[in-house]
C-alpha cells in the first residue's frame, strides 16, 4: 500500500511505498507500444550547460515508472523517473523519447500552456521547459535545498505561472519560467500541508487538491487563495476540471469529491472502490475515466456522479490517464504505459480485465 503517491512517486508522485520505492520493472516490449530513444544533447549544448545531468536514452523509458501525462495539441506526453520525457504522435501506438532533458530526478508533473510551450516538474526542486512541444527542454528552476519536490504546475498564460509541491512548497513565475519567487499558498499561513495538485475550473477558478482533505481556491488567478473544508480527513492526490465546470478531487481509499460551484462546497460521489485514485480525464465523449492502485480505472457516463469500476489483472499502480487512438486510453503509473478500450463494457470483454465483485 502506497503511504503517499504525490510526493511520493506513484500518484502526487513520488512513489513511496510503506516496504520502500517500488521496484523498477523492466516489463516485456511484446504487447506494448514500442519506444524509440532519441539522440543524446548536442555538443554545443552540453558545453553550454556542462554540470547539468542529462536523461541517459533508453528503449524502456516509455516502460518504467511515468507519473504525469498530458496533451499538447495532438501529441501525447508523459514524464517520470531518471528525468524520462515520452511523446506519442500516433495516439499512444508508439513513444518517443526526448532528445534533450537536463536532469535525471524523477519528473513529478507535466503542464502545457499551448502545443508547443510547457513546463515539467519533479524532485530537488526541479523545473524544466520546452519551447518544442517536448522534444527538447531547459531547466528554468532547480532547488535542491529545498527537499520539496514539485508536485503539480499550472499556467494562467505564458507568462505567469505557479508550481506547487511538498510541504506547501509553492514558487511563482511572471516571467515564462525565466525567475521564479518562493510564497505561500494563503498569504500568513504556516500550514505545511503537501500540495498536490492544481488545476483551474471552466470559468478560471485555480483549485488546490491537498492532504488532510483540504483544498484551496482562487478567484483572482492566483493572487490569493482560501481554504474549503471538504469535510474529508484524508488526503486528495488529484484533481480535474470537467468540460460542463464541474470539478473533482480524488485521493485516499477510493474517495472522490465533486463541485458544481467552483469549489465552494464539495461532495462525496460514489467512485465504485476502495482503492486509491491518482489521475484522471474527461473523453471527448463526455466519459470520465479515473486510475488508481491495484489496477482500478474506473469510468463515469453520467457526469461524474458515479464510475463503474475495471479491475486490471496486473493490479499494479497507475496515476495519469490520456485518450489514445482506436478506442483506447493510454494509463501511465508502474509499468509505464498500457493500452486499453475506452469504455467499461469493452475493457470487461478484453483479455485481462474483470469488473472488481459488487461494482
Given amino acids: 500500500m502506497l503511504s503517499y503517491f504525490k510526493s511520493s512517486s506513484l500518484m502526487g508522485k513520488v512513489l513511496t511505498a510503506s516496504a520502500g520505492m517500488f521496484a523498477l520493472v523492466a516489463v516485456s516490449l511484446a504487447g506494448v507500444a514500442t519506444v524509440t530513444p532519441a539522440a543524446a544533447a ?26 504525469d501525462s498530458t496533451m499538447a495539441g495532438n501529441r501525447m506526453i508523459a514524464v517520470g523517473q ?33 502545443d508547443k510551450v510547457g513546463f515539467a516538474g519533479g524532485h530537488d526542486g526541479t523545473v524544466i521547459r520546452t ?43 511572471h516571467d515564462g519560467g525565466k525567475t521564479w519567487t518562493q510564497r505561500t499558498l494563503v498569504a500568513g499561513s504556516t500550514d505545511d500541508s503537501h500540495l498536490n495538485a492544481i488545476y483551474a475550473t471552466k470559468d478560471g477558478t485555480i483549485i488546490v487538491a491537498a492532504e488532510f482533505g483540504k ?56 467512485s465504485g472502490t476502495d482503492k486509491s485514485i491518482g489521475g484522471g480525464w474527461e473523453l471527448a465523449n463526455g466519459t470520465v475515466v479515473l486510475v488508481g492502485l491495484q489496477g482500478y480505472v474506473g469510468y463515469s457516463t453520467d457526469d461524474a456522479k458515479t464510475f463503474k469500476e475495471v479491475t486490471r489483472a496486473d493490479r499494479l499502480g497507475y496515476v495519469s490517464v490520456l485518450p489514445a487512438a482506436d478506442n483506447q486510453i493510454a494509463i501511465f503509473g508502474e509499468p509505464g504505459v498500457k ?4 469504455d467499461a463494457a469493452k475493457a470487461l470483454d478484453a483479455v485481462g480485465f474483470k469488473f472488481s465483485s459488487g461494482s
Fill in 42 to 67: 548536442d555538443d554545443a549544448a552540453a558545453a553550454d550547460q556542462s554540470k547539468l545531468e542529462y536523461a541517459t536514452p533508453s528503449k524502456l523509458s516509455a516502460h518504467d515508472l511515468l507519473l
Fill in 82 to 114: 531518471f528525468g524520462h520525457v515520452v511523446y506519442s504522435d500516433d495516439g499512444g501506438k508508439t513513444w518517443i523519447q526526448a532528445k534533450t532533458v537536463p536532469t535525471q530526478v524523477t519528473l513529478t508533473t507535466v503542464y502545457f500552456v499551448t
Fill in 131 to 173: 519551447d518544442d512541444g517536448g522534444n527538447t527542454w531547459t531547466l528554468v528552476y532547480h532547488n535542491i535545498e529545498s527537499q520539496s519536490p514539485i508536485m503539480s504546475i499550472y499556467f494562467t498564460d505564458e507568462e505567469h505561472g505557479l508550481a506547487v509541491g511538498a510541504f506547501s512548497f509553492v514558487v511563482e513565475t
Fill in 215 to 270: 483544498t484551496f481556491r482562487s478567484t483572482d488567478k492566483g493572487a490569493t487563495f482560501t481554504e474549503v473544508d471538504t469535510g474529508y480527513e484524508g488526503s486528495f492526490w488529484g484533481g480535474m476540471a470537467l468540460k460542463d465546470g464541474t470539478a473533482l478531487v480524488y485521493g485516499m481509499r477510493g474517495n472522490v469529491y465533486r463541485s458544481s460551484d467552483d469549489g465552494l462546497t464539495w461532495s462525496k460521489i460514489d
Fill in 339 to 342: 493500452l486499453q478500450p475506452d
